[in-house]
């Protein structure tokens, strides 16, 4: 059974740099036929697609959010992670690390969710 | 980036009736060299995450029961599910995976009258 299952600090506050990780189990991470990504919610924003990484290691970003955003990925610990630097209140949301599955022309499918960190930026 | 728009933003049905959902994408989801709609609905309750329910517009994830269908084509698409059950109190998003960034609707809440 695969499950996720996403790490990270809670509060951060403005300007800072705030890291979580994705713990995969049930699933090894270098599957060929998936991708691993962040998705976010917010009350104000609702859901929104923050990246993926693929089996290559190659990723790609939101471009709301390209120039603030990093992932990369641990295979000896079957864990990925994400990196977004400069944050603000705006930030607040929950975090949700993802399996996608990695269709031919498409963006990725998330088919498989953790259960979410909340990430609150408050000075 | 496309824009997905769901329609109503809720709806109170009561328990063994119908409950339509509707979704609108500013773009084609549909991709010739396939024949696919890269369109799907999710259904998140409180306090837990999305599940996938549809995927390719009309294809039933395993496990999700066959009250729930999804149809449409193009631009337009519809989440339906037949007889709903008081488990089926949930907010329902669309999303597009055909471009990037990949994109979702607004929600639609589901309750029971």
């Known amino acids: 059974q695969l499950l996720l299952q996403e790490s990270g600090p809670g509060l951060t506050k403005p300007s800072e740099t705030v890291s979580l990780t994705c713990s995969v189990s049930?699933?090894?991470?270098?599957?060929?036929?998936?991708?691993w990504g962040w998705i976010r919610q917010s009350p104000g924003k609702g859901l929104e697609w923050i990246g993926t990484i693929y089996n290559s290691e190659k990723t790609s970003y939101n471009p709301s959010l390209k120039s603030r955003v990093s992932m990369s990925v641990d295979r000896s610990k079957n864990q990925f992670s994400l990196t977004l630097r400069s944050v603000t209140p705006a930030d607040t949301a929950t975090y949700y690390c993802?399996?996608?599955?990695?269709?031919?022309?498409?963006?990725?499918?998330?088919?498989?969710w953790g259960q979410g960190t909340l990430v609150l930026v408050s000075s | 980036d496309i824009v997905m728009t769901q329609s109503p933003d809720s709806l109170a049905v009561s328990l063994g009736e119908r409950a339509t959902i509707n979704c609108k994408s500013s773009?084609?989801?549909?991709?010739?060299?396939?024949?696919?709609?890269?369109l799907s609905w999710f259904q998140q309750k409180v306090g837990q995450p999305p599940k996938l329910l549809i995927y390719?517009?009309?294809t039933r994830e395993s496990g999700v029961p066959d009250r729930f269908s999804g149809s449409g084509s193009g631009t337009d698409f519809t989440l339906t599910i037949n007889s709903v059950q008081a488990d089926d109190v949930a907010v329902y998003f669309c999303?597009?995976?055909?471009?990037?960034?990949?994109?979702f609707g607004q929600g639609t809440r589901v309750e029971i009258k």
């Open positions: 390719w517009a009309s």
């Open positions: 993802a399996r996608l599955q990695d269709y031919y022309h498409s963006s990725g499918l998330p088919d498989h």
């Open positions: 999303q597009q995976y055909k471009t990037t960034p990949q994109t």
């Open positions: 049930g699933d090894p991470i270098s599957g060929t036929s998936y991708c």
């Open positions: 773009q084609s989801l549909f991709y010739s060299s396939n024949n696919r709609d890269y």
